[in-house]
C-alpha cells in the first residue's frame, strides 16, 4: 500500500514563523511536523510515499532528499498553480496505482493507521476518512454518518449555526485509485467543496472513521503553542528526540546544563544547547538546538527554535522564538508574542503580548513595543462576525487598524473599482471612514461618500450606480459598550458572502495589500443627494395619493440625528404629521404618548435605518414574531410581489397566510445576506425600515383601517423563544449529541437544527454566531405544547454540556 503526505501548505496564520518556511517544516520538539508522517507511514509499513508540493517546496526537498535516512521512498510532485487539496493528489496519478493513504504533512496524530485501512476494506469503501471529536469545530469540515458509518452530511467550515456536529475530517484519507475517475487533470478540485459531495450526489460508498489517539491541525499559532504541551504532557504517542535526565526534563546530545540553573519539569532541551549558571528554565518550555540561555535569563511556557541566544536578565513568557534571533540583556517578551527569524531585540526592550515581529527586524534598547512590528495587532483569529467587523471605539477600532483593514479590502478588489461608503453623523463613525477611505485610495480604488446616511441607503446607492461594493460605519452604545461597526456590501448591495470575508482577511493577516503608484491612487466623490434620490425611489414604490388622503399622525423616536434627517422629509412628501419624542424615551412611555396624542401608530426606527419597531394606536408595541407577520400579509396582498424570504424560526402559520395571498415563502438562514438575496433588488422589509413603513401605511390607507385591525387580519403564532448560555468549546458536541438523539425525526438543517415533531410543530435549536448560547424556538398548536417540547431540548442541552 502507497501512502501520500500532502505538503503544499503556505501556513499563512502561523505567520511569522512561516515567512521562511513552508508550514510542514515548522518544528515540533524540534522536528518537522511532516518527519512525525513519515514515521507514522513507515511505523505501518508504508514506505513507498508521494509528498506533494506547492510553497517552498526546496525547503522540504533538502531536507527529506529521497528519504533514505528516513526509512522511506519518497517521490516528490509539484504543482506550478494550486490545483486544491484533491487535485495534487491527481498529480500523482500515475504513481498511485493501488489503494493508498492520504495524511497532512502539517498535522500531528499518533492514530492507528492499520484500523483505519482494515474499516476501509470492511465497508468496501471507495474512500474512508478519519473522524476525530474536537472541541471548536469551525475551522474543519463536519461529518455526520449513520449508523453503519456512511457519511450523510457534510459541511466545510461552518459557521456556529450550521454545525450540527462535534465530528471532523482530520485529512486522512483512505482512497482507491477509481477515485481519480471523479476529477480531471490540472484542474483545482478540493477534497472537502468538490469531490466528497460529488461522490455524496452519486451515492458511492464515502465512509467515515472514528478514530481513536491524539490529532492536532497545526494551523495556527494557538495550536502550535497547544500541541507542544500536549507532547510534554504525554498525550501523544510518538516518539521523540533526546533522553529523560530526571523525570518530564528531557535533553539531547552535547547539552551543557550549568551547576546553578534551574530546570522545572516538562521541559525539553535539544542538542548542543548551553544553560548558563543561574537561569531559570520552567515548565513547558522547549529550547531548540545550539542555543545559549545566559545566566538569571527566566524562560516559562516559551518555545526557542535553533541558534537562538537569550541574555541575562532577560525574561520569556510563553513567547515563541525563531531561528537565529537574538534578544538581548533584560529584553522581556510576554504572552503568546512571536518573533521571526534572525531578529535582534535589543537590551531591555519589552514585546507586550500578542506582538508579531516579522524576520530581520531590529527592535532597538528600551522599546516598548506594544503592537506588531509588521500588521496582524489585531489578536481575534476571526476579523469579521455575524455583521461585519466590530470593536471598542478608539481601543479595538482605531484609525491606524482601519487603514489597514480598507487596504486589505482594497487589495481583493479589482484596481479601479468605484466603491460606496458612508457613515451615521457620530464624530467618531466620520473619523473611521475618513481613515478608511484613505486606505482605499491607496490601493487604487474610487470612493463614493454619501454621509451621513444609512445603511439601505448605502445599499441603494449600490444598486443604483452599479458600484462594485460598499462600506457603512456606525456608532452603536448598546449597554454602554460604545462600539463601532463596519459592514461591507458587494455589487448587488448585499452582505458580502463569507468567502469575500475570508479574502480580506487572509489579506490583513498576510499584509497583502496593493499599493498605488502616487499618480494613479484613487479619487474620492462626494454626494450628498443620494438620501434625496433614495426617499424618491421609495415613493415609487407605494401609491402615495392614497397614503397622502388619510393624514397620519405618527409618533417617531429617531434619536434626531442627522443620518435620519430625511425621515421628516418622508413624511412631509407623504403629508403625514409626525411628532417626536426624545430619544431616551422608552417604549412605555411612547406608548402612552400615542394613546394621548390620537396618533394613529408610534415608530421607532433602529440604528442603522434597518429595523422598525410599530406602536399601535391603543399603545401596544407590537412584538418581532407580530412584525414578521406583519411584513408578510404586507408583501402579498396587492400581489406585489410573488415570493419573501422569511428566517428559518418564521411560524409555519405564515405559510398558510403567504398562500391564501398566492404568494411563497422561502425559508433561510437568519442572517440579512440570506434573506436579502430573495427579491429583485436591495428595498425589502425586514431590512429597510423606511420602505417597511411605508408599505404598511399604503395597506392601512387602501384598506382604511387601524394598525391594530391590521393586526387583527394576522394569524396568532404560538411560538416560544428561550435561551441557553452554552460555552464555546462545548457546542459542537451539543450539536453532535442532539442529532444523535433525533435521528429517526424529520429533521430540517438550513440554520441550526430544526426538529419537526409527529403530534405537529417544531423546535429550532440555534447556536449563536457571536455567543457562548443557544437559542431555541418551538412552535406547537398551543403554548402549552411549545413550551413542553422547547423545555425538553433546553434539558438537554444543559445535560450535553455537563456529559
Not at 118 to 130: N, R, S
Not at 780 to 785: F, I
Request: negative net charge; hydrophobic residues 40%; contains cysteine.
Amino acid at each position: 500500500m502507497k501512502g501520500v503526505i500532502m505538503a503544499g501548505g503556505k501556513g499563512t496564520r502561523l505567520r511569522p514563523l512561516t515567512c521562511n518556511l513552508p508550514k510542514p517544516m515548522v518544528p515540533l520538539l524540534h522536528k518537522p511536523v511532516m518527519e512525525y508522517s513519515i514515521e507514522l507511514l513507515k511505523k505501518y509499513g508504508i514506505t513507498d510515499i508521494a509528498v506533494t508540493l506547492h510553497y517552498m517546496p526546496e525547503a522540504i526537498k533538502n531536507y527529506f532528499g529521497d528519504g533514505s535516512d528516513f526509512g522511506v521512498n519518497l517521490h516528490y510532485f509539484e504543482e506550478t498553480t494550486p490545483l486544491g487539496t484533491a487535485g495534487s493528489i491527481k498529480n500523482a496519478e500515475d504513481f498511485l496505482d493501488e489503494r493508498f493513504i492520504v495524511i497532512s504533512g502539517d498535522a500531528l496524530t499518533d492514530f492507528d493507521l492499520l484500523k483505519g485501512i482494515q474499516y476501509h476494506q470492511e465497508k468496501d469503501a471507495l474512500v474512508t476518512i478519519f473522524m476525530k471529536q474536537v472541541e471548536s469545530p469551525l475551522e474543519y469540515g463536519v461529518i455526520m454518518t449513520n449508523q453503519n458509518g456512511e457519511i450523510i452530511r457534510f459541511l466545510e467550515k461552518p459557521s456556529w449555526n450550521e454545525v450540527f456536529s462535534d465530528t471532523v475530517n482530520t485529512g486522512i484519507y483512505v482512497l482507491e485509485p477509481e477515485i481519480f475517475q471523479y476529477m480531471e487533470k490540472e484542474f483545482q478540485t478540493d477534497f472537502s467543496k468538490d469531490l466528497f459531495p460529488l461522490l455524496m450526489k452519486e451515492e458511492r460508498p464515502l465512509y467515515g472513521y472514528p478514530a481513536e489517539g491524539y490529532w492536532s491541525d497545526i494551523g495556527s499559532l494557538h495550536q502550535y503553542r497547544q500541541s507542544h504541551r500536549d507532547m510534554l504532557d504525554g498525550l501523544v504517542n510518538l516518539p521523540f528526540s533526546g533522553h529523560e535526565i530526571d523525570q518530564g526534563i528531557w535533553v539531547g546530545n552535547n547539552v551543557v546544563i550549568e551547576d546553578g540553573a534551574k530546570l522545572e519539569r516538562p521541559v525539553h532541551i535539544a542538542d548542543g544547547t548551553v544553560v548558563r549558571a543561574g537561569a531559570d528554565i520552567k515548565s513547558y518550555s522547549v529550547i531548540g538546538r545550539n542555543n545559549v540561555i545566559s545566566s538569571q535569563a527566566s524562560l516559562k511556557k516559551s518555545i526557542l527554535w535553533h541558534d537562538v541566544y537569550v541574555g541575562s536578565e532577560s525574561e520569556l513568557r510563553g513567547a515563541t522564538i525563531a531561528n537565529g534571533t537574538m534578544v538581548e540583556q533584560g529584553a522581556a517578551i510576554y504572552e503568546h508574542a512571536v518573533v521571526g527569524d534572525h531578529c535582534k531585540i535589543g537590551k531591555r526592550s519589552t514585546l507586550k503580548p500578542e506582538v508579531k515581529i516579522w524576520p530581520e527586524k531590529e527592535i532597538y534598547d528600551e522599546a516598548l513595543v506594544h503592537t506588531s512590528l509588521i500588521w496582524g495587532r489585531k489578536a481575534t483569529k476571526s476579523l469579521f462576525g455575524s455583521r461585519g467587523v466590530s470593536g471598542i471605539a478608539n481601543v479595538e477600532i482605531t484609525p491606524d487598524y482601519i487603514a489597514r483593514l480598507a487596504s486589505a479590502y482594497g487589495a481583493v478588489l479589482p484596481y479601479g473599482s468605484n466603491i460606496a461608503i458612508a457613515s451615521d453623523s457620530h464624530s467618531f463613525s466620520g473619523m473611521i471612514k475618513q481613515a478608511f477611505i484613505q486606505g482605499l485610495l491607496s490601493s487604487g480604488v474610487n470612493t463614493l461618500d454619501t454621509s451621513p446616511t444609512v445603511a439601505p441607503v448605502v445599499r441603494f446607492a449600490i444598486e443604483m450606480d452599479n458600484l462594485q461594493g460598499g462600506v457603512y460605519i456606525r456608532f452603536s452604545n448598546r449597554g454602554g459598550e460604545k462600539q463601532v461597526l463596519i459592514e461591507f456590501y458587494d455589487h448587488k448591495g448585499l452582505p458580502i458572502h463569507p468567502d469575500q470575508e475570508r479574502k480580506i482577511e487572509n489579506a490583513y493577516w498576510q499584509e497583502d495589500y496593493r499599493r498605488a503608484a502616487f499618480d494613479m491612487i484613487g479619487k474620492s466623490t462626494y454626494n450628498n443627494y443620494k438620501n434625496e434620490e433614495y426617499i424618491e425611489a421609495l415613493l415609487q414604490t407605494v401609491n402615495k395619493k392614497r397614503i397622502r388622503n388619510s393624514k397620519f399622525r405618527i409618533v417617531v423616536n429617531y434619536n434626531h440625528q442627522p443620518y435620519l434627517s430625511f425621515i421628516p422629509i418622508l413624511f412631509h412628501k407623504l403629508d403625514c404629521e409626525f411628532l417626536t419624542v426624545p430619544s431616551e424615551t422608552g417604549p412605555e412611555e411612547m406608548a402612552s404618548f400615542v394613546r394621548v396624542t390620537n396618533a394613529n401608530l408610534g415608530i421607532l426606527v433602529g440604528e442603522a435605518g434597518e429595523t422598525l419597531s410599530l406602536i399601535t394606536e391603543s399603545g401596544k408595541l407590537l412584538d418581532e414574531e407580530t412584525m414578521l407577520s406583519l411584513y408578510v400579509l404586507v408583501t402579498f396582498y396587492e400581489g406585489k410581489q410573488h415570493e419573501m424570504a422569511i428566517p428559518v424560526y418564521g411560524s409555519s402559520d405564515l405559510d398558510s397566510l403567504a398562500g391564501r395571498l398566492n404568494g411563497r415563502l422561502i425559508r433561510t438562514k437568519a442572517n440579512p445576506r440570506s434573506i436579502m438575496e430573495v427579491g429583485t433588488g436591495v428595498m425589502n422589509f425586514q431590512y429597510d425600515a423606511q420602505y417597511a413603513l411605508i408599505h404598511i401605511l399604503e395597506m392601512m390607507a387602501t384598506q382604511k383601517i387601524t394598525l391594530s385591525e391590521l393586526v387583527g387580519l394576522l394569524p396568532n403564532v404560538n411560538m416560544l423563544r428561550e435561551y441557553v448560555p452554552c460555552p464555546w468549546d462545548k457546542k459542537g458536541k451539543v450539536m453532535r449529541k442532539l442529532m444523535e438523539d433525533i435521528r429517526d425525526n424529520k429533521v430540517e438543517l438550513v440554520d441550526g437544527i430544526k426538529v419537526f415533531h409527529p403530534e405537529g410543530g417544531w423546535t429550532l435549536i440555534l447556536p449563536d454566531v457571536e455567543q457562548p448560547v443557544f437559542t431555541v424556538y418551538s412552535q406547537g398548536s398551543n403554548m402549552d405544547q411549545a413550551k413542553e417540547a422547547a423545555a425538553e431540548f433546553i434539558d438537554k442541552i444543559r445535560l450535553y454540556q455537563k456529559v
